[in-house]
């Protein structure tokens, strides 16, 4: 079992950065694919961005492709994703996720076991 918690969200203004995290507990936390979603008002839920076990492995969405940089210490038990010149289109909820499944469908929120609650980004124009 591994329960995820999220923080760093908040209120920012369109080119402005934000640092989430996401520290997990429970086991084997090295071993598992983490990614990052996110739910905006009115939207589904959509891939941001995933990081395997050994962090040297990352994929993101296009959308944030040079602007955001996922990243995980494991020996905390965290992920962390690096929001730059952000924008009003970032707005949503992000949840953390993550399984144990090395997957190459790691966009779709089917594969993942375990989620964050999630943390609110908003961002004015």
């Known amino acids: 079992q591994v329960q995820l918690v999220e923080s760093g969200g908040g209120l920012v203004q369109a080119g402005g950065s934000l640092r989430l995290s996401c520290v997990a507990s429970g086991r084997a936390f090295t071993t598992y694919t983490l990614s990052w979603f996110r739910q905006g008002p009115g939207k589904e839920r959509e891939f941001v961005a995933a990081?395997?076990?050994?962090?040297?492995?990352?994929y993101y969405t296009d959308s944030v492709k040079g602007r955001f940089t996922i990243s995980r210490d494991n020996a905390k038990n965290t992920m962390y994703l690096h929001m730059n010149n952000l924008k009003p289109e970032d707005t949503a909820v992000y949840c953390c996720?993550?399984?144990?499944?090395?997957?190459?469908?790691?966009?779709?929120?089917?594969?993942?076991?375990?989620w964050g609650q999630g943390t609110q980004v908003t961002v004015s124009s």
């Open positions: 990081i395997r076990w050994s962090g040297d492995i990352t």
């Open positions: 996720a993550a399984t144990q499944r090395y997957s190459q469908n790691y966009r779709q929120p089917r594969e993942y076991d375990y």
